[in-house]
């Protein structure tokens, strides 16, 4: 299962941060622990996903506030192989139920499991910007 995950994440933006191993574990640690639930499909051959990976997930700002108050669940979408069958049913019907056309597709869920936001592509936002607005979601 960790050879999976592995395909699922990026080496370099991810160093510090990881995703959890199934979207069932990444549910159980933001409820437990109150976090926000941070859920986002990325490819590897999108450049709008590798500018979020440089502009906001490498950044020293996102990465503080993502280890104390998110849960996240990362797919690769070029990755979906590597997944257990049953993780991959369930990202391909996530993918299908927030209609993600654009990468990286996010969604931000409460504890609760309530959907708090939801987006796709990447604008350039900066990261401090991104994190005030996840500040504000915080339970």
Same mark, same amino acid.
């Given at each position: 299962?960790?050879?999976?995950?592995?395909?699922?994440?990026?080496?370099?933006?991810?160093?510090? +941060?990881?995703?959890?191993?199934?979207?069932?574990? @990444?549910?159980?640690?933001?409820?437990? =622990?109150? #976090?926000? &639930?941070? $859920?986002?499909?990325?490819?590897?051959?999108?450049?709008?996903?590798?500018?979020?990976?440089?502009?906001?997930?490498?950044?020293?700002?996102?990465?503080?506030?993502?280890?104390?108050? +998110?849960?996240?669940?990362?797919?690769?979408?070029? @990755?979906?192989?590597?997944?257990?069958? =049953?993780? #991959?049913? &369930?990202? $391909?019907?996530?993918?299908?139920?927030?209609?993600?056309?654009?990468?990286?597709?996010?969604?931000?869920?409460?504890?609760?499991?309530?959907?708090?936001?939801?987006?796709?592509?990447?604008?350039?936002?900066?990261?401090?910007?991104?994190? @005030?607005?996840?500040?504000?979601?915080?339970?």
């Amino acid at each position: 299962m960790l050879a999976a995950l592995a395909f699922c994440l990026s080496t370099s933006a991810f160093a510090e +941060l990881t995703s959890a191993p199934s979207f069932a574990a @990444a549910q159980t640690k933001a409820k437990s =622990e109150k #976090r926000l &639930l941070f $859920l986002m499909f990325k490819s590897s051959d999108c450049r709008h996903c590798r500018k979020f990976d440089e502009k906001v997930f490498s950044t020293e700002v996102f990465e503080a506030f993502a280890r104390d108050h +998110l849960s996240l669940m990362i797919y690769d979408v070029d @990755a979906y192989a590597a997944l257990p069958e =049953e993780e #991959r049913r &369930l990202a $391909l019907g996530l993918e299908e139920k927030y209609d993600v056309d654009k990468m990286p597709a996010i969604v931000v869920y409460a504890p609760d499991g309530r959907e708090l936001l939801k987006t796709q592509g990447y604008r350039g936002t900066e990261a401090e910007k991104i994190v @005030a607005q996840l500040k504000s979601m915080l339970p």
